[in-house]
């Protein structure tokens, strides 16, 4: 069982210690809702060669943005070298709504 975790993943969505500009490097995201109660729902996983790029053109954020309300839906990223495979595996391990590949 997945167990998310936000101090190990970046994101530029907050000033915290985890606050980072998104690089263009390849690596691994996860689209993540945050509820009220700061439970942490991974909706979505995926992976880049430019992380940067593909959260800007990111159709998914968009329309899990608008279905959550914008409330909460965050593009967390790690960068990762082998971030296919790491992909594969997160997406085993998390059993993500929005992936339907490799479950």
Request: no cysteine; net charge neutral; proline share 4%.
């Amino acid at each position: 069982m997945f167990s998310f975790v936000e101090k190990d993943w970046k994101t530029e969505s907050t000033y915290d210690t985890n606050f980072a500009p998104i690089p263009e490097r390849p690596g691994v995201y996860l689209l993540v809702n945050t509820d009220f109660n700061f439970q942490h729902e991974v909706l979505y996983v995926g992976s880049s060669k430019n992380l940067k790029q593909r959260q800007s053109r990111h159709e998914v954020l968009r329309v899990l943005s608008e279905m959550y309300d914008g409330l909460g839906v965050r593009f967390y990223f790690r960068e990762e070298p082998d971030y296919l495979s790491v992909e594969k595996q997160l997406i085993k391990e998390t059993q993500a709504r929005f992936n339907t590949q490799w479950r």
